[in-house]
């Protein structure tokens, strides 16, 4: 595990992380937020000058790939392409939407983990690469492969038919190493949540629902959640300096119905509560305890401190982890 935490994979994973809490900070889901930018006036001049793919500073491109994958292109060729990144990631996962309305639950004797879930990732397993190649241009095509298996990783383990912080962690992974070949950027910072991760919490919440999927490692009642992790870091960073919503509150049936389509910390509540029945303090001890927490600042100062060591540290989790060019587990290496 040491090797891991001082790896290149966690620096530029955590950095992530960080990079998307604070974009959210104070923002709702409704907020309007950019992505990149087309050139303002056609194409530029013939004789502009090629620049190297744009990259959130924590992720040079340049430890990421060969040399002869580090390619250049115009910045006319980079700004069309970026305006529909956004788009294709929310198409991609609206195909696997598409996918589990096709492949419905089997009757079984057993109540749990439904095998038609492993028909539905056969489908993925075969077209994962293909899908993602609809999201990356083909002058990084060579990424593809690579990229790919991110994306299977993200949906569950098709044996065991279960499902968590592991497969969620492979999809955070999965959209860092589409910012780090440069598909997405930092003004995509907040799409990236709003849109994109918060379309795979559906799907993903589709996916445990109908094949009812086993949760992968959970801590039953001790756990911050069943399948997931990342939204209430997110979410609770949405809810910093809310004039009216306060860590107390996320208990209250009636704030949690108005305002969940707006922040994704009371929509991963009113999930757990029409997934689990009896009082909320029973079954999910460790979100009612957070409840008591003075401010949304320290609920999610003390989530990102909860993420590094029971998810992030901890073995049954990372041993899933994959490690690749993009995602080396070197040290980590100065700039």
């Given at each position: 595990m040491g090797k891991w935490k001082r790896s290149q994979a966690y620096?530029?994973?955590?950095?992530?992380?960080?990079?998307?809490?604070?974009?959210?900070?104070?923002?709702?889901?409704?907020?309007?937020?950019?992505?990149?930018?087309?050139?303002?006036?056609?194409?530029?001049?013939?004789?502009?000058?090629?620049?190297?793919?744009?990259?959130?500073?924590?992720?040079?491109?340049?430890?990421?790939?060969?040399?002869?994958?580090?390619?250049?292109?115009?910045?006319?060729?980079?700004?069309?392409?970026?305006?529909?990144?956004?788009?294709?990631?929310?198409?991609?996962?609206?195909?696997?939407?598409?996918?589990?309305?096709?492949?419905?639950?089997?009757?079984?004797?057993?109540?749990?983990?439904?095998?038609?879930?492993?028909?539905?990732?056969?489908?993925?397993?075969?077209?994962?690469?293909?899908?993602?190649?609809?999201?990356?241009?083909?002058?990084?095509?060579?990424?593809?492969?690579?990229?790919?298996?991110?994306?299977?990783?993200?949906?569950?383990?098709?044996?065991r038919i279960d499902y968590g912080t592991g497969h969620e962690a492979a999809f955070?992974?999965?959209?860092?190493?589409?910012?780090?070949?440069?598909?997405?950027?930092?003004?995509?910072?907040?799409?990236?949540?709003?849109?994109?991760?918060?379309?795979?919490?559906?799907?993903?919440?589709?996916?445990?629902?109908?094949?009812?999927?086993?949760?992968?490692g959970s801590q039953g009642v001790w756990g911050l959640d069943d399948f997931q992790f990342l939204p209430f870091i997110w979410g609770s960073s949405q809810l910093i300096d809310h004039p009216c919503l306060e860590p107390r509150h996320f208990v209250d049936e009636k704030a949690v119905n108005e305002s969940h389509k707006d922040y994704m910390f009371l929509e991963c509540v009113l999930f757990i509560t029409e997934m689990k029945t009896g009082p909320f303090a029973e079954h999910s001890n460790q979100l009612w305890n957070i409840s008591a927490v003075p401010s949304w600042s320290k609920v999610n100062q003390g989530l990102i401190r909860m993420y590094k060591a029971e998810c992030l540290e901890k073995f049954p989790v990372i041993q899933h982890f994959k490690f690749g060019s993009l995602l080396p587990i070197h040290p980590v290496t100065s700039c």
């Open positions: 620096a530029d994973y955590i950095g992530f992380i960080l990079t998307l809490n604070e974009g959210v900070k104070g923002k709702k889901l409704s907020f309007e937020y950019r992505v990149s930018e087309s050139l303002r006036s056609g194409r530029p001049d013939r004789a502009s000058p090629s620049v190297p793919l744009p990259l959130f500073p924590w992720a040079p491109l340049a430890s990421s790939y060969p040399r002869q994958e580090r390619l250049e292109v115009s910045p006319y060729t980079i700004c069309t392409r970026q305006t529909q990144a956004i788009e294709k990631l929310v198409a991609l996962l609206n195909t696997l939407d598409r996918w589990i309305d096709e492949t419905p639950p089997v009757d079984q004797p057993s109540r749990f983990g439904n095998k038609a879930y492993r028909t539905w990732y056969a489908k993925l397993d075969e077209e994962a690469e293909n899908l993602v190649a609809t999201v990356v241009p083909t002058h990084l095509a060579a990424a593809v492969p690579e990229v790919a298996v991110y994306l299977k990783e993200s949906v569950g383990n098709s044996t955070a992974a999965f959209l860092c190493c589409l910012c780090k070949i440069g598909v997405l950027r930092v003004d995509d910072q907040i799409a990236i949540v709003f849109k994109v991760f918060n379309r795979y919490l559906e799907v993903m919440r589709k996916l445990q629902k109908t094949y009812r999927m086993e949760p992968a």
